[in-house]
């Protein structure tokens, strides 16, 4: 009858764990909590406030020109539509608050996940000690993340973002860590032997050649905080995702498939926009610099023909 | 403790001295293994360690090029590597100017390497993300040069190689024996006093690497770099280098000048390396070189007959007061008429080459049958080579035999080998 472990005796985790976290981590590290929310907290605000006064038509002239640039007229085109669409359908306001979320996140995972994964390329130790974190961050189903995230950080927009951060950032570190190491080591050794520093080697060198490696762990992260962004409507994050639970809450089926329109035209957009700025960066850019610079030649040459003329 | 006079010698640029680079978990246990003569497989059977460096010493003078040749595998890329610490020596010393670089602390080596030493690579090693004039630029600008006087100094090195019409465009354009130009150009940028070349030329077709050679010893003429060159082709070797180190698992089996090797290989390793090389052209007329004996014009044809008959030559050559050949006499002229003098017997279209030809220009001189006379600078003779005695070089078994019975029997018959010759290079440009 009793052949199993629990029926004797269940380890009481759940308890202690408790115990950690509201008798010890809460109290004693309550100003280290605070303290990671508030850049998140400022760069969202700012990025939230931004978004919504941008008047509309300049967003939607001023987006897909910038699409056009990087990944060419078809991206574009769809890049318009997509924006009169979701406009048309009346989530504008939930639409742009997800992409302040997501723009935040995105940028806390380049800013932590960069230098980690330069750190992590530059010393085997380090790279050794980050993989199996990076392992765990990953196979955690997302669900599980915001019961912490709760504890620590409470609920509403901002521990959502940090939810998504935390969910987001492995892609980043992990392939800026494998595009540094994977530049050729005849470069590396060609920049070390005309004396290069480290710090040289590294910005002269190694990531621009991993740029491209970089970018596409950028377009993974951007993917992965977009799912993120619609789960952490759960703890009280607003924008799409709160649309969708809602929708779904209330079992309003057009709603919530409106929220889903909603992400799918954005990831889409997103997606491939990143995309091309991971691959077609080099051909790009040079053209505008050229152009830029002609550009001012041209200005320099004139003033100076139409002063000398008086 | 470097001095400079100790050990390295005043006039050294480059001076290794008993280096070791062992990979391996127990490179103290290795050494000493090495040292007692233990060989490479053994080694590696009983600890797992590898000697790719073992014991190799040698010194560079300022201005030579010395080329380490070697199979994959022999370690010559991880020695030239270690002359910059590329590749961190295990033990050793490692002197460049009389100052031992192995203990340098890491700024004073990246001082050395952007002052002093300059690299070029096998697979050229172009960053692509940076213009065929940026990549020049690079050893500049990571000393911080202002950009318009580091582009100036890059436009003047692709000037060098030919290239600067294409200093905008990306190296990926450039066809490999272009690239490896840039390559080259970009070492030369940086006024090297040492430059290290790792294989430069092992990737590219046969006729473009030949190009490379005659560019690299064009350019060598002028700026007198200290060349370090690496290579697994034994030809690339002996047409570029002043001297010559055969490298076989780790250590040097053999190091000499060119034709030492070719005519002294010192064991059947090298044998088997020289055995197809063309003879002809390693050698060089100073080689086979012997005394004239010559006789100046008053002298009447008895002496002259008697000399020949003496000397057991066919023929003499006839100097003015300044030892410049007027011409040449037979002895078996001299024997047809007695009371003629030297002069009335006189042939004056004799066959004259310099010391630093190689024997293959000298087939047409042969066929004459006459000696040819060895003509310095001024023009005048500094001795003869038998026309019998080049053929003797050229096959093989002379090299020892001809070779020590030349030295044998006159005492003035030295294999160029005294020193990296000035003459030797001229005639490659």
């Not at chain 2, 007198?224 to 089996?253: N, P, Q, S, Y």
């Not at chain 2, 003496?310 to 003015?320: P, T, W």
């Not at chain 2, 093989?396 to 990296?420: K, Q």
Request: glycine share 10%; charged share 20%.
């Amino acid at each position: 009858m009793a052949d199993r472990i629990s029926d004797f005796y269940t380890l009481p985790l759940d308890d202690w764990i408790e115990v950690v976290v509201k008798e010890w981590l809460v109290p004693n590290f309550r100003p280290v909590f605070r303290a990671v929310q508030w850049p998140i907290d400022q760069v969202l605000g700012g990025l939230e406030e931004f978004l919504l006064w941008l008047p509309y038509p300049v967003f939607v002239v001023v987006v897909p020109l910038i699409a056009w640039r990087v990944a060419g007229g078809g991206v574009a085109l769809f890049t318009l539509l997509s924006l009169l669409f979701i406009d048309l359908l009346g989530i504008w306001r939930e639409t742009m608050v997800t992409l302040a979320m997501i723009l935040t996140a995105v940028t806390f995972c380049v800013l932590v996940g960069v230098p980690l994964g330069i750190l992590a390329a530059r010393s085997d130790r380090f790279a050794g000690l980050i993989r199996p974190v990076l392992d765990i961050m990953q196979t955690i189903p997302p669900f599980v993340y915001l019961v912490p995230i709760v504890m620590l950080f409470g609920v509403g927009i901002v521990p959502g973002v940090i939810a998504t951060i935390i969910f987001a950032l492995p892609p980043v570190i992990r392939l800026t860590n494998l595009g540094i190491r994977q530049v050729q080591a005849e470069l590396v050794e060609a920049g070390l032997a005309f004396g290069s520093t480290r710090r040289q080697l590294l910005f002269e060198i190694q990531i621009p050649l991993a740029l491209r490696t970089i970018m596409a762990g950028l377009n993974q992260t951007l993917m992965l905080s977009l799912s993120m962004v619609v789960i952490a409507a759960l703890i009280g994050a607003g924008g799409l995702g709160l649309t969708v639970f809602t929708g779904l809450g209330r079992l309003d089926i057009g709603r919530a498939t409106l929220g889903g329109i909603g992400i799918v035209l954005l990831a889409i957009m997103l997606d491939r926009i990143t995309q091309a700025l991971g691959e077609g960066r080099h051909a790009q850019r040079p053209g505008l610099k050229e152009s830029l610079t002609r550009w001012l030649k041209g200005l320099v040459q004139g003033s100076k023909a139409y002063n000398e003329r008086r | 403790m470097a001095d400079h006079t100790a050990t390295s010698g005043t006039n050294r640029k480059v001076c290794v001295e008993h280096l070791f680079k062992v990979f391996g978990a127990d490179p103290a246990d290795t050494i000493r293994r090495i040292r007692e003569g233990a060989p490479k497989d053994r080694i590696y059977a009983e600890t797992a360690s590898v000697a790719a460096v073992a014991d190799v010493s040698f010194s560079v003078a300022p201005g030579e090029i010395f080329v380490v040749m070697g199979l994959s595998g022999s370690g010559k890329s991880t020695l030239i590597r270690c002359l910059n610490r590329l590749i961190e020596p295990t033990e050793g010393r490692i002197l460049i100017d009389g100052e031992d670089i192995v203990g340098l602390s890491a700024d004073a080596l990246r001082r050395l390497r952007l002052n002093k030493l300059s690299m070029v690579f096998q697979h050229f090693a172009l960053f692509p993300h940076k213009s065929v004039g940026e990549n020049v630029e690079y050893g500049l600008k990571v000393r911080g040069m202002a950009a318009r006087e580091r582009r100036e100094k890059a436009l003047r090195a692709l000037e060098q190689v030919g290239l600067a019409a294409h200093a905008d465009v990306p190296p990926a354009n450039l066809s490999g024996g272009m690239q490896q130009r840039v390559g080259l150009a970009r070492g030369l940028a940086v006024d090297p006093e040492i430059m290290l070349m790792d294989e430069p030329f092992s990737a590219l077709d046969p006729l473009i690497r030949r190009d490379m050679q005659d560019e690299l010893l064009k350019l060598q003429q002028q700026l007198r770099m200290t060349i370090i060159f690496i290579t697994h082709d034994l030809h690339e070797a002996l047409r570029l280098g002043d001297r010559i180190a055969i490298m076989k698992d780790g250590r040097f089996v053999q190091l000499g000048t060119p034709e030492e090797i070719v005519a002294h290989p010192a064991d059947d390793y090298v044998a088997a390396f020289t055995r197809d090389v063309d003879r002809s052209r390693v050698f060089r007329a100073q080689s086979l070189c012997r005394d004239a004996h010559a006789l100046s014009a008053d002298e009447d044809a008895g002496v002259a007959a008697e000399r020949c008959e003496a000397l057991g030559r066919e023929a003499l050559f006839v100097v003015d007061a300044e030892r410049r050949p007027l011409g040449i006499v037979r002895h078996r002229d001299l024997e047809r008429d007695a009371t003629a003098t030297p002069g009335d017997a006189l042939i004056t279209d004799f066959p004259s080459t310099r010391g630093d030809a190689e024997l293959v220009t000298l087939y047409g001189a042969c066929a004459t049958g006459l000696p040819i006379a060895l003509l310095d600078d001024a023009g005048r003779l500094e001795g003869v080579v038998e026309p019998l005695e080049v053929f003797h070089w050229l096959g093989g078994t002379g090299a020892e035999g001809g070779g020590a019975a030349s030295s044998g029997g006159e005492g003035e018959a030295t294999p160029a080998s005294a020193a990296p010759s000035e003459t030797r290079r001229r005639d490659h440009g």
